[in-house]
Nanobody
Framework: QVQLVESGGGLVQAGGSLTLSCAVSGRTFSRYNMGWFRQAPGKEREFVAAINWGTGITSYVDSVKGRFTISRDNAKSTVYLVMNSLKPEDTAIYYC???????????WGQGTQVTVSS
C-alpha cells in the first residue's frame, strides 16, 4: 500500500519561503510522474506543480510560476516543493500524489499546512 508523508509546512510572513517534502513508500517512485496539489479553506483541491518521472520536465499552475519549484530525488523516493515569495493566497493544505493524465493516482496523505500571513 502506498504511503505519502508530507512535511515542511508552517506559518510564514508574506514574501517568505518554505520547502515542502513528500516521502513516498510502497511504490517504485521513480516510475511515476509526481505532483503537488493544495486545498484552501472552502475551496476544491487544485493542481500546483508536477514533474515528469523520466524527463524531469516540470509544469506549474499560472499563479505560482516563477515562485515555486518542484524537484525530486528518486534515490530518496521524495518530491520537493520550494516556495518563494509566498502570498496570503498560497495558504492551504499541500498534498503530493502521483499524477497520471492530469489526475491524482493514489489515496491522499495527511498533507502539510502552509499559512502565509499578510
Amino acid at each position: 500500500q502506498v504511503q505519502l508523508v508530507e512535511s515542511g509546512g508552517g506559518l510564514v510572513q508574506a514574501g517568505g519561503s518554505l520547502t515542502l517534502s513528500c516521502a513516498v513508500s510502497g511504490r517504485t517512485f521513480s516510475r511515476y510522474n509526481m505532483g503537488w496539489f493544495r486545498q484552501a479553506p472552502g475551496k476544491e483541491r487544485e493542481f500546483v506543480a508536477a514533474i515528469n518521472w523520466g524527463t524531469g520536465i516540470t509544469s506549474y499552475v499560472d499563479s505560482v510560476k516563477g515562485r515555486f519549484t518542484i524537484s525530486r530525488d528518486n534515490a530518496k523516493s521524495t518530491v520537493y516543493l520550494v516556495m518563494n515569495s509566498l502570498k496570503p493566497e498560497d495558504t492551504a493544505i499541500y498534498y503530493c500524489n502521483a499524477r497520471e493524465r492530469g489526475a491524482p493516482l493514489w489515496d491522499w496523505g495527511q498533507g502539510t499546512q502552509v499559512t502565509v500571513s499578510s
